[in-house]
């Protein structure tokens, strides 16, 4: 059994776990960042987008897709240490 590999699965899945539960912590936060970059060079709310930026729309959007990027890699790491270990029984 290959251990690097499998402790690097195991550091993927508890990444994407923890992903997924403080998605909307960090989502607020990078909210918070983002409108904070909008004030300190107010030029860039020429571009399109800007106008969702420090709203509760963008926080709720972000926090979904830090969900389901949190979720997939969840899922994948835990297929590729299933498969793994299924190899290594036969």
Not at 3 to 21: K, Q, T, W, Y
Request: with cysteine; charged share 10%.
């Amino acid at each position: 059994m290959n251990f690097r590999e499998l402790s690097l699965d195991v550091i993927a899945v508890l990444s994407g776990f923890a992903l997924f539960i403080w998605a909307t912590p960090l989502a607020s936060a990078l909210n918070q960042w983002a409108a904070q970059q909008y004030v300190r060079f107010p030029k860039m709310k020429l571009f399109p987008g800007a106008a969702n930026a420090g709203t509760e729309l963008n926080v709720k959007i972000t926090s979904v897709c830090f969900r389901i990027c949190g979720a997939f890699i969840c899922v994948v790491s835990l297929l590729s240490i299933a498969h793994t270990l299924l190899m290594e029984l036969r």
